[in-house]
């Protein structure tokens, strides 16, 4: 079976350099293709010069929305560091930290909330993008390029947000069997095709999630994730894991109901379901899978501390502790009032509020009775 899909736009260097293999060595996997669309040199969507944020980029996220989402994740890390002890040397690290808005938001709130942790906290930004590394180190910051790069963390937090929606993940489809789906080119446009699968930790990722999928149906496998996952217990001495990222758990991402996977394309504020065009220039993701991934850690020696919706971590975290009083129509009020919008947003029912899950994962030191963020509901039982 073979389906075609329209191409676009094929002059681009990651297009070129697909094309290049796929005439060398036939069809490439969907997480080949996705690999090199997203990552490839410097012709890569996040490792070229591209805005991929804010009203210019192609999406909105979380940071770009309020400050105080940096502000709320700062109140959780000053809770975590006094469960570690308080430690004099306390490392941050945020994967795929992009333009490290939130570290930098992270170290505001901390200089004014809690000096002691502040001078305590040395950040590590880990960011594929040479040119988002350009501005170098600073006083309590430092740029790597990936995360095998960094020395081992005695006590801290591996923080990432949005990060793992972005990793390239295989398609598989179920007809009459499993079968991957292969990237191939007709001469024209990529086009694709369906194989046998490319290694038997496709099946084997289905059936130990007990997750048959029915005929017809399509998905995606995060085999990235979880070597993600591992290379992240190994780093961690002590400390904490926190994810946060749009998906669901298990059960819910492979349900019949999404026959089609949840493969979308970001490109200047719209989404599109189709990854052979703008290649390279539009950005590729899919659903976390929240069950896996909690899977995966505590294979790799992470425990899980708790789970639950952005809405629930932030509410818990005491957002509503940053709403400005806003009264009469004056401009102070009006800009309160855009503020306080703003921060219900991030917490919106059936917006950003449902659709971003928080994972916390422990490592060296037994489970907290209750974190501050998973105070108002917590919801492991949903990974299940």
């Given at each position: ?6 191409s676009?736009?094929?002059?681009t260097a ?10 060398e ?5 969907f ?5 090199c ?6 012709g890569?969507?996040?490792?070229s ?7 210019g980029?192609?999406?909105i ?7 105080v ?19 004099g040397?306390?490392?941050l ?6 333009r490290?808005l939130?570290?930098?938001g ?17 950040v590590?930004l880990?960011?594929?993008?040479p ?10 910051t430092s740029?790597y390029?990936d995360?095998t790069?960094l020395?081992?963390i005695?006590?801290g937090v ?9 990793l390239p993940v ?5 007809s009459?069997g499993?079968?991957?789906i292969?990237?191939?080119?007709d001469?024209?446009r990529?086009?694709?095709?369906a194989?046998?699968?490319s290694t ?13 999928l029915?005929?017809?149906q399509?998905?995606e496998?995060?085999l ?18 926190v994810?946060?990222?749009y998906?669901l ?16 394309c ?6 599109n ?11 590729i ?12 850690g ?5 425990e ?6 952005q ?6 975290a005491?957002?509503?502790g940053?709403?400005r009083?806003?009264g ?17 947003e991030?917490i919106?029912?059936?917006?950003m ?5 928080v ?7 037994q489970r ?17």
């Amino acid at each position: 079976m073979t389906t075609s899909a329209d191409s676009t736009a094929l002059n681009t260097a990651p297009a070129y350099e697909l094309i290049r293999r796929i005439k060398e060595k036939g069809p490439v996997t969907f997480a080949e293709f996705m690999d090199c669309a997203l990552y490839w040199g410097e012709g890569g969507y996040y490792t070229s010069g591209l805005k991929r944020w804010g009203p210019g980029g192609d999406y909105i996220t979380s940071i770009d929305v309020s400050p105080v989402f940096s502000r709320s994740i700062a109140a959780q890390l000053v809770e975590m560091w006094r469960l570690l002890g308080s430690p004099g040397a306390f490392d941050l690290v945020e994967a795929g930290a992009g333009r490290g808005l939130l570290s930098r938001g992270i170290l505001s709130a901390l200089e004014e909330t809690c000096p002691e942790l502040y001078e305590a906290i040395r950040v590590r930004l880990v960011e594929k993008n040479p040119s988002l590394r350009e501005g170098g180190a600073g006083e309590k910051t430092s740029w790597y390029g990936d995360i095998t790069e960094l020395a081992p963390i005695t006590k801290g937090v591996v923080l990432s947000n949005e990060l793992i929606d972005s990793l390239p993940v295989h398609r598989v489809l179920c007809s009459g069997g499993l079968s991957e789906i292969y990237v191939d080119f007709d001469g024209t446009r990529f086009v694709e095709v369906a194989g046998p699968l490319s290694t038997q930790r496709l099946s084997g990722y289905l059936e130990d999630l007990a997750i048959s999928l029915v005929e017809g149906q399509r998905a995606e496998i995060n085999l990235a994730a979880a070597e993600w996952m591992e290379k992240v217990a190994a780093l961690l001495g002590s400390g904490f894991v926190v994810t946060i990222d749009y998906g669901l758990p298990a059960r819910e991402l492979y349900s019949p109901e999404r026959r089609d996977g949840t493969l979308l394309c970001h490109y200047r504020h719209t989404i599109n379901d189709n990854p052979y065009m703008n290649v390279g220039s539009q950005d590729i993701t899919t659903h976390v899978d929240f069950t896996s991934l909690a899977r995966s850690g505590a294979k790799a020696g992470l425990e899980l501390t708790g789970f639950t919706t952005q809405k629930n971590f932030l509410l818990g975290a005491g957002v509503l502790g940053e709403l400005r009083a806003s009264g009469d129509l004056g401009l102070e009020n009006l800009e309160n009032i855009q503020y306080n919008r703003a921060v219900s947003e991030l917490i919106r029912p059936g917006g950003m509020g449902d659709t971003f899950k928080v994972l916390v994962q422990h490592k060296g030191l037994q489970r907290p009775a209750a974190l501050k963020g998973f105070s108002f509901r917590e919801m492991s039982s949903y990974l299940l």
